[in-house]
Nanobody
Framework: RLVESGGGSVQPGGSRRLSCSASGFSSDFLDIHSIGWYRRAPGKEREGISCIKESDGRIYYADSVKGRFTISRDNAKNTVYLQMNSLKPEDTAVYYC???????????????????WGQGTQVTVSA
């Protein structure tokens, strides 16, 4: 499975960087798998927030995080990152990464078709 890290507590307006490590997989894992970030807030449905496509690295953001979050990857480290800025209390959630499908040349956030889920990392935004 993928392994998330970097969660913790942060004040509103603060920043946090999450990591999604594929170190347990082959070194070309990110070359052949698109990776997505999901989150689940208390009492809410799981939400897909961003993904980065294998090979060409095309990126998608949900409206809820667009302009505040940045997804990136380091293939040499077999790791995908999620830089979260201007955090809000409503960003409080458990954040997960997973391998996501690619449809018509773009990664898509479909949890039912996602795989290699990590265990999640908690992010809490509060004063």
């Amino acid at each position: 499975r993928l392994v998330e890290s970097g969660g913790g507590s942060v004040q509103p307006g603060g920043s946090r960087r999450l990591s999604c490590s594929a170190s347990g997989f082959s070194s070309d894992f990110l070359d052949i798998h698109s990776i997505g970030w999901y989150r689940r807030a208390p009492g809410k449905e799981r939400e897909g927030i961003s993904c980065i496509k294998e090979s060409d690295g095309r990126i998608y953001y949900a409206d809820s995080v667009k302009g505040r979050f940045t997804i990136s990857r380091d293939n040499a480290k077999n790791t995908v990152y999620l830089q979260m800025n201007s955090l809000k209390p409503e960003d409080t959630a458990v954040y997960y990464c997973a391998a996501v499908p690619t449809v018509q040349g773009m990664c898509v956030l479909r949890p039912e078709y996602s795989d290699y889920w990590g265990q999640g990392t908690q992010v809490t935004v509060s004063a």
